[in-house]
């Protein structure tokens, strides 16, 4: 069956990522594959939105972040935990926006491009007390401070459903 995403650029962002949800739960409905879920996640993204660069970090082991599927340019493919923006909401469980990556100590630089970035944080149980930490989406942009709060909340949407298909699949 063929699905496509609509691309949304004529739409408000708060609009752009409830349109984007409705979409992408029928996308994904019913994978059970890790890598299957985790690439149409960032095609679905690329295409909605033109994101420069969007894609998965996911842990190795206790201390490492290992590149996984994405949309953009080729990008560095390991990140240590508390290293860079993606090693940073690792840390510190939580979503991370950069409005210039340039005065963020310790970004670490795939492409010259990127100024601006969010990181998502991805957990695979509800439960804060046994939160089993999965690893992060990370999204960068050639403008600066091109993501905010609509962006936050929408892609944290994108996150929480995303983890519900990945939940019960062990990686
Ligand atoms: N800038 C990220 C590294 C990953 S790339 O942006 C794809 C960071 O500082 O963690």
């Not at 420069?52 to 240590?80: E, H, M, N």
């Not at 409005?99 to 795939?110: L, T, W």
């Not at 929408?154 to 990686?171: D, M, N, Q, W, Y």
């Amino acid at each position: 069956m063929e699905q496509t995403i609509e691309c949304l650029d004529s739409l408000p962002k708060a609009e752009r990522y409830q349109r984007f949800l409705q979409d992408y739960r029928l996308l994904i409905e019913g994978e059970t594959d890790v890598v299957a879920l985790l690439a149409n996640t960032a095609a679905a993204l690329h295409d909605a939105f033109g994101f420069f660069w969007v894609g998965f970090y996911v842990t190795k082991d206790k201390q490492w972040l290992s590149l996984g599927p994405f949309q953009g340019p080729v990008a560095c493919t390991r990140i240590k935990r508390g290293r860079g923006v993606c090693g940073t909401a690792w840390a510190e469980g939580r979503t991370l926006v950069v409005p210039d990556v340039d005065a963020f100590p310790g970004h670490i630089a795939c492409s010259s491009l990127s100024r601006s970035e969010i990181v998502v944080p991805i957990c695979l149980s509800a439960e804060r007390q046994s939160q089993r930490f999965f690893g992060v989406l990370d999204i960068d942009s050639t403008r600066l401070n091109d993501f905010d709060d609509d962006d936050r909340i929408g892609l944290e949407a994108v996150v929480t459903v995303l983890s519900k298909a990945l939940s019960p699949i062990e990686h």
